[in-house]
T-cell receptor, first 109, second 114 residues
Framework: DQQVKQNSPSLSVQEGRISILNCDYTNSMFDYFLWYKKYPAEGPTFLISISSIKDKNEDGRFTVFLNKSAKHLSLHIVPSQPGDSAVYFCAVRTGKLIFGQGTTLQVKP | DGGITQSPKYLFRKEGQNVTLSCEQNLNHDAMYWYRQDPGQGLRLIYYSQIVNDFQKGDIAEGYSVSREKKESFPLTVTSAQKNPTAFYLC?????????????FGNGTRLTVT
C-alpha cells in the first residue's frame, strides 16, 4: 500500500522550459516533505524540503509547492538544464522517510 | 572531507552465500540507515540505527541483519534467507540537526546474486 506515489515514471522536457514533477500522499498527518535527486550509480542527494505550515518553498531554480487539501506536492524546475536529468524522489517524514517510486527526468538540449 | 563510503561498488555472489556490505561515515552522525532500491519501487527501508549498539527493523528486514558496534560503521549482511537479494543498496546517515534534517547517502553497492 503505497503511502507516497509518483505516478509519472518519466518526464521529458526541452532545455530552458519548466519541469514539473508531481507527488501524491495518502495521510493528511504527514507534515514534512522532501525532494531528492539521484544520478545513476550514485546515492540520492537532498534537493529541497517543505514543512506543512508552508505552501511554497523556493531555492534558486527549484520550487516546491504543497497543496494540503489535495495531499499533493510538486517540484518545479525552471529553467530546466541538461544537468538536471536524473531520477527525482519525493519523500515524507513520519519518524522515518517514506519515498515515492521516483520520476526519471530527461532534459533535452 | 566528510561523507559516507560504501564498498564495494559492485558485488557478485552465488545463491546461498551470505554477503556483507560495508558502510562507513565520518560525519559524526548518530543515525544510520540501509535502503534498497529496485526499479519502479523507490527506496525501501531495511534497517536503521539511531545510536550505537541499537537498531530497528525497517519495512523489509526479512533476510537481512545488521550490527552497530561503532558510531562510524553500520554493515549490512544479506543472508541466504533473502529471496530476492539482487538490488542496489544504499546506506545513509542523519545528523543531529533536528528531526527534519535530511539524510546523506553513500553512492551505493550493486549486489548481483546468481
Amino acid at each position: 500500500d503505497q503511502q507516497v506515489k509518483q505516478n509519472s515514471p518519466s518526464l521529458s522536457v526541452q532545455e530552458g522550459r519548466i519541469s514539473i514533477l508531481n507527488c501524491d500522499y495518502t495521510n493528511s498527518m504527514f507534515d514534512y516533505f522532501l525532494w531528492y535527486k539521484k544520478y545513476p550509480a550514485e546515492g540520492p542527494t537532498f534537493l529541497i524540503s517543505i514543512s506543512s505550515i508552508k505552501d511554497k518553498n523556493e531555492d534558486g531554480r527549484f520550487t516546491v509547492f504543497l497543496n494540503k487539501s489535495a495531499k499533493h506536492l510538486s517540484l518545479h524546475i525552471v529553467p530546466s538544464q541538461p544537468g538536471d536529468s536524473a531520477v527525482y524522489f519525493c519523500a515524507v517524514r513520519t519518524g522515518k522517510l517514506i519515498f515515492g517510486q521516483g520520476t526519471t527526468l530527461q532534459v533535452k538540449p | 572531507d566528510g561523507g559516507i563510503t560504501q564498498s564495494p561498488k559492485y558485488l557478485f555472489r552465488k545463491e546461498g552465500q551470505n554477503v556483507t556490505l560495508s558502510c562507513e561515515q565520518n560525519l559524526n552522525h548518530d543515525a544510520m540507515y540501509w535502503y534498497r532500491q529496485d526499479p519502479g519501487q523507490g527506496l525501501r527501508l531495511i534497517y536503521y540505527s539511531q545510536i550505537v549498539n541499537d537498531f530497528q527493523k525497517g519495512d523489509i528486514a526479512e533476510g537481512y541483519s545488521v550490527s552497530r558496534e561503532k558510531k562510524e560503521s553500520f554493515p549490512l549482511t544479506v543472508t541466504s534467507a533473502q529471496k530476492n537479494p539482487t538490488a542496489f543498496y544504499l546506506c545513509a546517515s542523519r545528523g543531529s540537526g533536528g528531526y527534519n534534517s535530511p539524510l546523506h547517502f553513500g553512492n551505493g553497492t550493486r549486489l548481483t546474486v546468481t
